[in-house]
């Protein structure tokens, strides 16, 4: 049975920062490119982020740009999201997501590119 479980949520001030971490079992994790995606109060769900099964590559949506990290290792099944200078529209429900086909790779990918969810942690901004 895949898993993903998110953790490393909280509240956080302006200009603060966070590292989200998930955690992965139920199938190979090396064999495949992770996510993450959040979702904002009333808002649809939105790409965050996204790496290859090798951790080489990544990508960011231009909001986070400059400021959010991805990072994975695979030898503990976990992925990573290191989040600096926080701001109050970076408020979201934070789900880690896993690609439906293995040894693939999007630079953007699509919300149905994904088979899996966690169930997400909360982020939240204060200004």
């Known amino acids: 049975e895949v898993q993903l479980v998110e953790s490393g949520g909280g509240l956080v001030q302006l200009g603060g920062s966070l590292r989200l971490s998930c955690t992965a079992s139920g199938f190979t994790f090396s064999s495949y490119a992770m996510s993450w995606v959040r979702q904002a109060p009333g808002k649809g769900l939105d790409w965050v982020s996204t790496?290859?099964?090798?951790?080489?590559?990544?990508s960011y949506t231009d909001s986070v740009e400059g400021r959010f990290t991805i990072s994975r290792d695979n030898a503990k099944n976990t992925l990573y999201l290191q989040m600096n200078n926080l701001k109050p529209e970076d408020t979201a429900v934070y789900y880690c997501t896993k690609y439906k086909d293995a040894n693939t790779w999007y630079i953007q990918p699509f919300n149905d590119e994904y088979d899996y969810w966690g169930q997400g942690t909360q982020v939240t901004v204060s200004s």
């Open positions: 790496i290859n099964n090798g951790g080489v590559s990544t």
